[in-house]
């Protein structure tokens, strides 16, 4: 008898108790896995936008011992360790990054040290550089699905089961979402640290205030150790959003007036100047360490502005040895207005689905009972507002790829957040529809999660990607490249970012004129070290020959194109390289014959042929 009943209590917990949770939560570990090995299979083709390559061979450095040197030299840098140091060294070996916030390439390097030396040596012939599987998108894909959780959690608090399972499946099939997630970008991190600040905010806030309809009663509760500890912790996690991404310092504003509201009558003043305070102490020793490399508090990092409000068109900037900065205040207001409406019309409207952003705005007409919920709404909306700003200020990354994901855009971070009231407004509107039959209402449900998974469905699709995301990547050719030339020898090309992460080669980003490139040639380089070497791919040479080419930004290496190269140029070697011919290679000699490269080609025909040095 006892052993019947141990296994009735057995079968009962199953179909009941824990045992059914147990078996859920083991279903969708399954299911998320699943998706994972599906979706990597299907879309990872190596990194494919130029800030994860430059973030991933910084953290590689971190993980060597190196410190945060990198391998990707901008002539901007050059030129402004140059321009602005007491010691006027550009630092062509060991140059110092001076464009990333350090936390997202410490991570990644802390999580590379643990992989063997041999492991982070790109290797010829293979297919994946093994650090990418092993770390960067385990990593990532971690983040993501540790953010659906929070979110998970908190939609079942701020409303109820059914709105957190319909927003948790959306997010769980959010194309977009994924795409970061295989992208090497710091997105899914960084979404993860907003959403956890979120959620401690409005900690706070039920903390403190009754979640009730009624109002706030006139003599406040005071402030208690829950509260105050969600409040610092919070600040410690923005703390660490502004070292993940500069731009996320727009949003301590709506954080402030977020602060002020929920604390009043509790000395709100004061804990807003305590909660700068935390996230200053922890973004002020970058900011010192960026002082004494550069005497910049943000190193090149605070010339993003005028890249991102077009002062500069393209890649000339970061491309530029010696800028020239022509700036009115009526021409910056103009760029900034114009870059206002287009982030504010189409970067915002793009963020994930359409169609959850339009529930998400409508439903800003709706006032909740929750006054909790209302507030946190607000924050919500003024984060989207600081982010459309940043994002007029500073503009998108042009991180390359297939378009889909860019490392700069703040707004979709903010994605679960305005899936979930998106989410919470069409059951609103669902509620007030008198449905004769259960199995209408399931059926509308299940055409609102449908229409919001659908680019997931067609991504899912069998399709051809190709095996590398050419043009312009092929890390084979690349890592060949490399391996031809000496550990001592600098390279240039105009992607200085792939050479730096598949051919683990310090490469100057190709200069702006031919004047610059031959001081760089010339002058920079320190005793023992030489650059002997120019890489130019579809990147380049697939411009649009009149606005890019013969008038635009690379007009001064027109002779690549024409095929003649000048009397003074140092590198005269030319091969094509494969695969098909479509990649040039200039060097000092002929370092190909030596390194007995089986794919390379002489000169051909396919860029016109190369006529001898006049």
């Keep these: 008898m006892a052993t019947e009943q141990q296994v009735q209590t057995g079968v009962w917990a199953i179909e009941m108790g824990r045992g059914k949770r147990v078996i859920q939560w083991v279903l969708l570990g399954l299911a998320a896995v699943a998706l994972s090995l599906v979706y990597t299979a299907g879309e990872f083709r190596g990194l494919e ?28 840098s050059l030129w402004h360790l140059k321009t602005h140091t007491a010691s006027h060294d550009a630092r062509l070996v060991r140059h110092p990054d001076l464009v990333n916030p350090p936390l997202y390439p410490l991570v990644l390097g802390g999580l590379l040290r643990l992989l063997p030396d041999s492991v982070l040596e ?131 504003v709506p954080v402030g007036i977020y602060l002020l509201v929920i ?22 020793p970058w900011m010192v360490r960026n002082h004494a490399v550069s005497n910049s508090l943000f190193g090149i990092a605070r010339y993003d502005i005028f890249q991102g409000m077009g002062v500069f068109g393209g ?64 924050l919500v909306v003024g984060w989207l507002a600081a982010g459309v700003i940043a994002l007029a200020l500073f503009g998108m990354h042009e991180t390359g790829g297939d378009g889909r994901v860019d490392g700069g855009d703040l707004l979709v971070v903010l994605l679960p957040v305005i899936v979930v009231f998106g989410t919470a407004f069409f059951y609103l509107l669902l509620d007030r529809i008198a449905f004769r039959m259960r199995l209408t209402r399931a059926l509308a449900i299940g055409a609102f999660v449908l229409v919001n998974i659908l680019p997931m469905i067609f991504t899912l699709l069998p399709h051809n990607r190709g095996q590398f995301a050419y043009p312009p990547y092929i890390p084979p050719t690349t890592r060949m490249v490399a391996n031809m030339f000496q550990p001592n020898e600098i390279g240039c090309s105009d992607l200085p970012w792939s050479m730096a992460w598949y051919g683990d080669r310090h490469t100057v980003w190709l200069p702006l004129t031919l004047k610059d490139f031959y001081e760089i040639h010339d002058v920079l380089p320190p005793p023992g ?86």
């Design 529 to 614: 070290y030489s650059l002997p070497f120019l890489m130019l791919t579809p990147y380049f040479l697939d411009q649009k020959v009149q606005s890019g080419i013969l008038k635009g930004e690379y007009k001064e290496w027109v002779f690549i194109i024409r095929g003649q190269v000048p009397v003074l140029f140092p590198l005269k070697s030319i091969v094509f390289l494969p695969p098909n011919s479509d990649q040039v290679l200039l060097a000092d000699r002929p370092r190909w014959t030596a390194a007995g490269a089986p794919a390379v080609t002489p000169v051909t025909p396919a860029l016109g042929g190369f006529a001898q040095p006049e």
């Design 122 to 252: 790109p290797k010829l012939n293979a297919q994946v550089y093994l650090p990418e599987r092993w770390v960067i998108l385990p990593f990532n894909q971690i983040c993501l699905l540790l953010s659906l959780l929070l979110v998970y959690h908190w939609a079942n608090r701020l409303f109820d089961r059914q709105v957190a399972i319909t927003a948790a499946w959306i997010l769980f099939l959010s194309d977009i979402l994924w795409a970061y997630s295989i992208s090497g970008l710091p997105t899914n991190f960084l979404m993860l640290l907003l959403l956890a600040t979120l959620w401690l905010l409005h900690k706070a806030d039920t903390d403190l205030n009754p979640i009730t309809a009624s109002p706030a009663p006139a003599a406040p509760a005071p402030m208690t150790k829950h509260a105050a500890a969600a409040v610092l912790v919070s600040a410690v996690l923005m703390g660490l959003c502004v070292l993940t991404s500069y731009r996320t310092a727009w949003l301590l």
């Design 315 to 378: 890649d000339v900037l970061p491309r530029s040895y010696q800028p020239e900065f022509h700036l009115s205040a009526r021409s910056l207001a103009g760029k900034f207005v114009n870059g206002t409406r287009y982030h504010l019309f189409t970067t915002l409207k793009h963020t994930g689905s359409d169609f959850l952003i339009f529930f998400f705005v409508v439903g800003l007409l709706y006032g909740f009972r929750r006054r909790d919920v209302q507030r946190l709404r607000g």
């Design 263 to 284: 604390l009043r009558g509790r000395r709100p003043l004061l804990w807003v100047a305590v909660y700068l305070a935390v996230v200053a102490a922890l973004i002020v």
């Design 49 to 76: 936008t130029r800030e994860a390559m430059d973030l991933a061979q910084l953290a590689r450095h971190i993980a060597r011992g190196e410190g945060l040197t990198t391998s990707v030299i901008r002539p901007l």
